[in-house]
């Protein structure tokens, strides 16, 4: 009799413990699916790092360009990489290049009409960038950085063989190379060329430049919001009709 009873009990012991452990199973397999959704987001964060120029060619064009040529002033970390790349010998053949390019100032002459320029300029003004780079200067990380950027003997061994770099030798060469002096000389029948130079007498782009200037969001982010209320945004009227402020 004994024995049967010892038998029951751990049989009733058994069947228990599956019970417990049936209930417990979805529990344990719910837990691992907010991992799976954070997921994307922790992944697309550093996607704002790819608009960083990679190339001597990137950077030319992006230091030509009026409307985003500030990044590298308005961020102390975009400013160490644009240091780092601008400084080596490899970029004066790429500026070379680009000098003699007269589409690069066809590029440049309208991103400088552009009125988003405006903005790219102002945000230089804004207080949050002047308290980033207080901040920065005041990290020994930062100095040492940029010394060591600015100091770097390999560099410095680069910069005494440059003249002797092909690149730069053969970006001299291109400007008596006849085929570019040709593209100089049809450089006056660019239709990009008149239409950046007769952007002044288009009335769209005086009011395009004025709903910017009237524009939060040109002064963002510091005084973006100086128009900002408890019920919303206060709608900022444009000053010329139909021309919308760029952003």
Do not use: C
Not at 77 to 89: D, V
Not at 205 to 229: I, L, V
Request: glycine share 6%; hydrophobic share 50%; no cysteine.
């Amino acid at each position: 009799m004994l024995t049967t009873r010892t038998t029951l009990a751990l049989l009733l012991a058994g069947a228990a413990g599956a019970a417990l452990a049936a209930d417990n199973a979805p529990q344990a397999t719910a837990q691992p699916q907010p991992a799976t959704v954070a997921a994307p987001a922790t992944v697309a964060a550093p996607a704002a790092e790819s608009a960083m120029p990679t190339s001597h060619e990137e950077w030319v064009r992006h230091l030509s360009d009026f409307t985003r040529n500030t990044d590298m002033l308005a961020d102390p970390k975009r400013f160490i990489g644009a240091i780092s790349r601008i400084t080596e010998p490899e970029f004066v053949g790429a500026a070379l290049n680009a000098a003699m390019d007269p589409n690069q100032y066809s590029r440049s002459l309208a991103s400088a009409m552009d009125p988003r320029a405006y903005a790219n300029y102002l945000r230089l003004m804004d207080p949050a960038v002047a308290g980033t780079w207080m901040q920065a200067l005041a990290d020994p990380q930062f100095v040492n950085a940029l010394f060591y950027i600015l100091s770097d003997p390999g560099k410095l061994m680069r910069w005494g063989m440059l003249p002797m770099d092909p690149k730069v030798t053969s970006a001299a060469l291109t400007a008596l190379n006849p085929n570019n002096l040709a593209r100089w000389g049809a450089a006056g029948t660019d239709p990009r060329l008149w239409s950046a130079m007769q952007a002044p007498v288009n009335p769209a782009w005086y009011g395009a430049w004025a709903n910017t200037m009237a524009s939060p969001q040109a002064y963002a982010p510091a005084w973006g919001n100086w128009m900002a209320t408890p019920y919303g945004a206060i709608p900022v009227p444009m000053l010329v009709p139909g021309v919308a402020p760029a952003r």
